[in-house]
């Protein structure tokens, strides 16, 4: 069984697996559209968001992320977990996609489990500018962590593992926020200065 994972899965999987490779799955865009008041905080985390239109076509919209491969023992107990953390925690529902690995070598696509946030979840949240997206991210973690590493990490994997991928939505959100950052942080020094 292969698992699609877009966000915190892609350095954070959390259970055991054979292999993995990095690719995309069509037809779906990554949003921070969804809420979480339970792994990263009360306010927005990113999950992938709804097909656009026309999805499958020239054009259309890619999510970029890892998928795993599970075998034998492993099948059951990640799909325990995931089910827990991403249905019943998190609402999200389950899907089977094409999955294209980034390394071609002749491959056909990978069918793929993967876990979408949809308008029908309860924590949807939906459009918001990437200024006030990053201003929740900010002030939001959880049990998981905070919501900046959960940004940065996403933004870091995408810069290094896929270069050629273009995802203006995330890089418009941690571009926000760094420039929002250097204001919430003074110290006494700068107060005397100013």
């Keep these: 069984?292969?698992?699609?994972?877009?966000?915190?899965?892609?350095?954070?999987?959390?259970?055991?697996?054979?292999?993995?490779?990095?690719?995309?799955?069509?037809?779906?865009?990554?949003?921070?559209?969804?809420?979480?008041?339970?792994?990263?905080?009360?306010?927005?985390?990113?999950?992938?968001?709804?097909?656009?239109?026309?999805?499958?076509?020239?054009?259309?919209?890619?999510?970029?992320?890892?998928?795993?491969?599970?075998?034998?023992?492993?099948?059951?107990?990640?799909?325990?977990?995931?089910?827990?953390?991403?249905?019943?925690?998190?609402?999200?529902?389950?899907?089977?996609?094409?999955?294209?690995p980034q390394e071609k070598d002749g491959e056909e696509p990978i069918l793929a489990l993967v876990y979408i946030a949809t308008p029908q979840n309860p924590s949807y949240l939906g459009p918001a500018s990437e200024e006030d997206i990053a201003a929740q991210i900010i002030v939001s973690s959880g049990c998981a962590g905070h919501n900046i590493e959960y940004l940065l990490r996403l933004a870091d994997f995408m810069r290094y593992f896929c270069p050629q991928a273009e995802d203006k939505h995330l890089f418009s959100i941690e571009e926000a926020l760094i420039s929002i950052l250097p204001c919430l942080y003074y110290t006494e020094d700068s107060l005397e200065e100013s």
Excluded at 8 to 33: A, D, N
Aim: charged share 25%; glycine share 16%.
């Design 1 to 100: 069984v292969w698992i699609f994972g877009y966000g915190s899965l892609v350095w954070r999987p959390g259970f055991e697996f054979t292999s993995r490779k990095v690719g995309f799955i069509r037809g779906y865009s990554r949003r921070f559209w969804q809420g979480d008041t339970f792994h990263r905080g009360s306010e927005r985390m990113v999950r992938a968001g709804r097909p656009r239109r026309g999805a499958g076509g020239r054009g259309a919209a890619c999510t970029w992320g890892v998928a795993y491969e599970v075998r034998g023992e492993q099948i059951a107990a990640s799909l325990q977990y995931l089910n827990m953390r991403e249905a019943v925690l998190g609402g999200y529902d389950t899907k089977l996609v094409k999955f294209h």
